[in-house]
């Protein structure tokens, strides 16, 4: 009984990876960086991935219990990366566990304020949590970040049409963001 749990896990890990590298993807799109003022930096890319992560784990809340245990193996893989780009940027090991419950502490948080703005529909109150989190140091002078909640509420809808055989599959994808000048 037990070793059926290990072979479904490692057929799971497939689809995570296939879904995941689809998420990043998503998430390292240059437009977000050069026409959606996120700010390509550690920080920056860290918030666009949150972003792309929450999106897909609000869509798969909805799903058949493989949907939503796949969802928490996306976000596990999520903080393993982290994790390991911490370490790839010489922070000591000593540290790291610290750092990392700080981080999943702000996913977190953002999931929370997110899903509140998101379930309202309020566009508005999306866009300054973002604005908040991307920009915590910038009082006035920060972004209205409204084009990324614009997108996120697009994304949402779009997502919400993703079939569950393509969460099944791990070939859930994100609409592209468009640039400036361009359709949404």
């Known amino acids: 009984m ?36 996120v700010p390509d930096t550690v920080m920056g890319r860290f918030e666009l991935l949150s972003v792309v992560m929450i999106l897909f784990f609000r869509r798969t809340r909805s799903s058949a219990t493989s949907g939503q245990e796949l969802a928490q193996e996306i976000v596990d893989a999520f903080f393993e990366d982290i994790d390991y780009s911490i370490r790839e940027l010489g922070i000591g ?12 502490g702000m996913f977190y948080g953002r ?15 999306l866009a300054t949590a973002l604005r908040r989190n991307i920009y915590p140091k910038a009082d006035q002078g920060a ?21 569950e055989a393509e969460l099944a599959t791990g070939s859930a994808v994100l609409p592209l963001p468009a640039g400036r000048g361009q359709e949404q």
Request: charged fraction near 25%.
């Open 2 to 37: 037990i070793f059926g749990l290990f072979r479904k896990r490692n057929h799971n890990q497939i689809i995570v990876v296939r879904q995941y590298e689809l998420l990043t993807s998503a998430a390292r799109q240059p437009v977000f960086y050069t026409d959606y003022d």
């Open 93 to 104: 090991d000593n540290s790291v566990p610290k750092r990392m419950k700080k981080l999943a």
């Open 111 to 125: 999931l929370e304020s997110y899903a509140t703005a998101m379930d309202g529909d309020d566009r508005d109150a």
């Open 143 to 163: 972004p209205s970040m409204v084009t990324l909640a614009d997108w996120m509420m697009q994304a949402e809808a779009h997502l919400a049409a993703v079939t």
